[in-house]
């Protein structure tokens, strides 16, 4: 079945600094990939969708100068949580939709997620 | 973003009983409807799809009910077990379109031995 990962599972940051999450789909192609976010004991909230080679399309809400994303290859995004404060601690997942035509197209996959709490 | 509305937002069962979970969905271009099963600490799991052509859809001791009419869709888990203690998304998106999937809220399941 298809795969998707994410590094790293977890990571710690002090405040002010910049942390970058990898988003990989590892047995398919991937035109879009999505990034959610989830507050404990919350649902996922979608924060933007990004198509390779384009601009990622961010919600309503959420700050697009803060989190970056980058969608270099068909199988690799990042998400970059630049100037991490407190409040940005989270569970950060990301999913990806396989190229149309193939099996995985009709399917969001999605990864394990990255904890990130920010001191 | 179009809402999910999911209900109820936990459910304690017995083990052996069946759990109930619904949704209703407003947006009718949506055509998958998921529903996700999550433990603490993990990403979220498929358990089981339905699409509009069909109104019921069954996946071992796991149910989909999809009612296009009246805009809703329910999961039934049947003879729980303390393993199906989770939590229990419903989405929804617009496949035709590429659309990210919408979340309902959550169900924090808990069976009791």
């Known amino acids: 079945g298809a795969v998707v990962s994410q590094h790293p599972s977890w990571v710690i940051c002090k405040s002010g600094t910049s942390v970058k999450i990898e988003c990989r789909s590892l047995?398919?192609?991937?035109?879009?990939m999505f990034w959610y976010r989830q507050f404990p004991k919350q649902s996922l909230m979608l924060m933007a969708t990004?198509?390779?080679?384009?601009?990622?399309?961010?919600e309503q809400g959420v700050e697009k100068d803060k989190f970056l994303i980058n969608h270099a290859s068909l199988t690799l995004s990042t998400l970059t949580v630049t100037s991490a404060h407190p409040e940005d601690s989270s569970f950060y997942i990301c999913s990806a939709r396989g190229l149309p035509g193939q099996g995985s197209y009709n399917e969001q996959f999605f990864g394990p997620g990255t904890r990130l709490t920010v001191l | 973003q179009q809402q999910v509305k999911q209900s109820p937002q936990s459910l304690i069962v017995q083990k052996g009983g069946i759990s109930i979970i619904n949704c209703a969905y407003e947006n009718t271009a949506f055509d998958y409807f998921p529903w996700y099963q999550q433990f603490p600490g993990k990403g979220p799991a498929l358990l089981i799809a339905?699409?509009?052509?069909?109104s019921e859809k069954k996946e071992g001791r796991f149910t989909i009910s999809f009612n296009k009419s009246a805009k809703q869709f329910s999961l039934h888990i049947m003879d729980s077990q303390p393993g199906d203690s989770a939590t229990y998304f419903c989405a929804a998106s617009d496949n035709q379109a590429g659309t990210a999937l919408i979340f309902g809220k959550g169900t924090t399941l808990s069976v009791s031995s």
């Open positions: 047995d398919f192609q991937a035109t879009t």
């Open positions: 990004s198509n390779e080679g384009s601009k990622a399309t961010y």
């Open positions: 339905i699409r509009p052509d069909v």
